[in-house]
């Protein structure tokens, strides 16, 4: 298990603004970044992951119903 700097961050389409309307800073030990995500999400019955690379950091998003996104950005400590 690794040790990550977690930030999530929810976006809500209906502000119509590009910055996030939440933002939490967590710190986790993980197995599988890309699994977490997946398991806070077992209960949506659409969701859509995206993975990406930015700054040496793994991203995660996932997209939901209604324009709704979730980021997750694992820094390892």
Known sequence: MKSYEVIRE???PC????RPNTR???????EDPARYVQEQYMRERSVEFLSTKRDGSSVIE??????RKH???FCEL
């Open 10 to 12: 929810e976006f809500v």
């Open 24 to 30: 939490e800073i967590l710190e986790l030990r993980l």
């Open 71 to 73: 980021r997750y950005t």
């Open 62 to 67: 996932a997209l939901l119903e209604g324009g």
């Open 15 to 18: 502000t119509g603004d590009q």
